[in-house]
């Protein structure tokens, strides 16, 4: 498998959608001139961490309006431009009703530890040791940012082990 050069790709690119289209000579370097942009951009992207690259899609989704459950009302309103007294009524009442809450280890019995350790690494990313140290920490939140169905069958499950377990 041979790598093209991403120059290469951005002028085959940009190249393809000139060649389509009449355009003076003015907008062709235009063009030649968004092409570096979005080179550079690419290139930006491609250096970032891990980390970086996670905290990107949350601001690039944010900045476009979207959050983990679809398009937030603001955003909505503001790539209209306009804002009505509708949609401040929703939010209002979006502000009211909650969709996402956190679900929060108070207690547990210590004969239940280890089917509680398991139960939590069952529905989160952590390793053993985390998974331990986090719920020794109690009270603690063990995950944030789960509707009501995601949330209630994690609730039972930690309750029927012998864990004290809130949504917050």
């Given at each position: ?8 790709l ?74 009505s ?42 390793g ?41």
């Amino acid at each position: 498998m041979t790598k093209i050069p991403s120059k290469s790709l951005t002028k085959l690119f940009f190249s393809a959608r000139i060649s389509h289209r009449s355009l003076s000579t003015a907008t062709s370097s235009a063009a030649e001139t968004q092409a570096q942009k979005l080179e550079r951009i690419a290139d930006q992207l491609i250096d970032l961490t891990k980390f970086e690259k996670h905290d990107y899609a949350i601001l690039f989704r944010h900045k476009l309006g979207l959050n983990k459950y679809g398009p937030a009302i603001s955003g909505l309103n503001a790539a209209n431009g306009s804002s009505s007294a509708a949609a401040a009524t929703a939010a209002a009442d979006a502000a009211v009703e909650k969709v996402a809450f956190d679900l929060k280890l108070e207690k547990f019995d210590a004969a239940a530890k280890i089917k509680i350790i398991k139960e939590v690494r069952s529905f989160t990313d952590l390793g053993l040791k985390e998974a331990k140290d986090l719920v020794e920490k109690a009270p603690v939140v063990l995950k944030k940012g789960l509707t009501k169905e995601e949330a209630n069958p994690l609730l039972d499950k930690l309750k029927a082990l012998g864990a004290t377990v809130v949504l917050e």
